[in-house]
């Protein structure tokens, strides 16, 4: 095996052994389960869950990045997650020819979580992303010059954590509060211990490259067969890094609305096994202690799949060489926004006892424009509302209309009061269901009234709570 930290072979691919499946690389997101563990927030049983806290390994990062680094511009918390590929101790089976050479990381996703909870985003960078790299700490402890040109991917094999977190800032001027790091032997666990990840296949694949063997259609998949799943490459898709970045965020969406449901957060055993697995295969920086998580699982008990959005940083081919990728005009003003994201829960107006997540929203498109509705409810659902899709109006309209059924006047209020043309709410007679509100989209429909400055809706992302059958 090649020794360049530019070596793109891909693991899977190269690894001679006979074992079926190998090289699972891109698990670096199995740490958003454990961000939906700490949605329950009450965790209330504490003392059960110091012994899963006490499986996790730690580094301390920051006496390696010392004190130049971005400001802290407000109370916003990003957590930098690593897939580790190293066959050490256990993971020696995935791959025994590379037992001896330095682990490489092919998913780097830096979430963001809203100041106050409500939001969070998974920014994924491409393992193929040229950029200015950091003069950086080896892992045996000597000094790496600055590269004019280089691939993201090699911060991580050759000066760990530290320095992936170093040129992630450098690139974004984004302050990194803490990092999560994980190896691929607790993943099986992880999907077995939320009841299996729902996926949804374009078309049948047999590939006995990755061992992916299933039929078109939907499937609840977990252990090998996720790995298979999120691992193959030329079964599914055009074969690119972007590509099966976009088919993990999937993944990562159904992932995290399987641990967020009420089946697993409700349940003790299932709770705990789900905590276990994660935490077994789990590597943190010093400051990120149980106490901290246990703060982030406070401030993160209104999240709700609608509110958990997945992008890859803005970026497209490298001039310099069309197997790789470079950021677009677009990746500085998207850092600036996650940079200055002030975006807080909604509370509700003065005089209203009803909170964005306590209102059922259905939304219809009188507006004449293809996927109006659609668009609304994804912001709508950013807001904290729970939204359903009605489909088209009757009839198009020049006005934005609220609508209420019975007993839903005063969530009428709380969506009007969000409304740039500021609709007076009516009720509505025929077709109403009781507790619900009506929003007919006009033609004078601009935006939501924003809490703060938001990040903006990115191209290609994908949320959640999207249906696992979506073109992407």
């Not at 301390?60 to 066959?87: C, E, F, W």
């Not at 209104?302 to 069309?322: C, E, H, I, N, W």
């Not at 509302?385 to 007993?407: C, E, M, R």
Request: aromatic share 4%.
């Amino acid at each position: 095996m090649n020794s360049n930290p530019m070596y793109m072979e891909y693991v899977d691919d190269a690894d001679p052994q006979p074992a079926p499946r190998r090289g699972w690389r891109i698990l670096g997101w199995v740490c958003i389960g454990l961000s939906a563990v700490m949605v329950a927030g009450s965790l209330t049983a504490y003392g059960l869950y110091r012994k899963a806290f006490g499986n996790i390994s730690h580094e301390d990062v920051n006496a390696q990045l010392g004190p130049n680094r971005p400001k802290k511009l407000n109370s916003a918390m990003n957590i930098l997650l690593l897939g580790s590929d190293t066959r050490a101790g256990a993971n020696g089976k995935y791959g025994r020819s590379l037992k001896n050479e330095a682990p490489r990381s092919d998913t780097m996703i830096l979430l963001h979580l809203s100041p106050g909870g409500g939001q969070a985003m998974g920014i994924s960078f491409p393992r193929d992303l040229m950029i200015r790299m950091p003069s950086c700490k080896s892992r045996k402890g000597d000094t790496l010059p600055a590269q004019s040109r280089a691939q993201i991917n090699s911060a991580f094999t050759n000066g760990g954590a530290a320095c992936v977190i170093k040129t992630i800032e450098s690139i974004s001027n984004i302050r990194v509060d803490h990092f999560m790091q994980v190896d691929f032997t607790g993943f099986k666990n992880i999907t077995k211990a939320v009841g299996g990840v729902p996926v949804c296949l374009p078309k049948s694949v047999n590939d006995p490259k990755s061992g992916l063997n299933l039929s078109k259609g939907k499937h609840k998949i977990s252990g090998e067969t996720a790995l298979a799943y999120v691992r193959v490459r030329h079964g599914l898709g055009d074969g690119s890094d972007t590509d099966r970045i976009k088919r993990q965020q999937k993944f990562m969406g159904a992932l995290a609305g399987q641990a967020m449901s009420a089946g697993v957060l409700s349940n003790p055993k299932k709770l705990y096994s789900l905590m276990n697995a994660v935490t077994k295969s789990l590597t943190t920086d010093k400051e990120l202690t149980p106490q901290v998580m246990m703060d982030i699982a406070q401030e993160m008990q209104g999240m709700t799949t609608g509110k958990l959005r997945f992008v890859t940083v803005p970026s497209g081919p490298d001039p310099a060489d069309v197997n790789r990728v470079a950021l677009s005009d677009a990746a500085q003003p998207f850092f600036a926004a996650v940079r200055n994201d002030k975006t807080v829960p909604k509370e509700p107006k003065a005089g209203s006892s009803i909170p964005p997540s306590q209102v059922r929203v259905r939304v219809y498109n009188g507006s004449g424009v293809d996927g109006q509705a659609g668009r609304v409810a994804d912001d709508l659902e950013s807001q904290g509302f729970q939204v359903t899709v009605g489909g088209n109006a009757p009839s198009p309209t020049a006005t934005t209309k609220v609508l209420y059924g019975s007993g839903a006047d005063q969530q009428a209020q709380t969506l009007a009061g969000l409304i740039a043309s500021k609709p007076q709410p009516a009720a509505r007679g025929k077709g109403a269901t009781p507790g619900v509100v009506d929003l007919v989209v006009g033609r004078n429909w601009t935006n939501l009234k924003s809490a703060g400055a938001g990040i903006p809706k990115q191209q290609g992302e994908i949320r959640a709570s999207d249906s696992i059958c979506k073109e992407t």
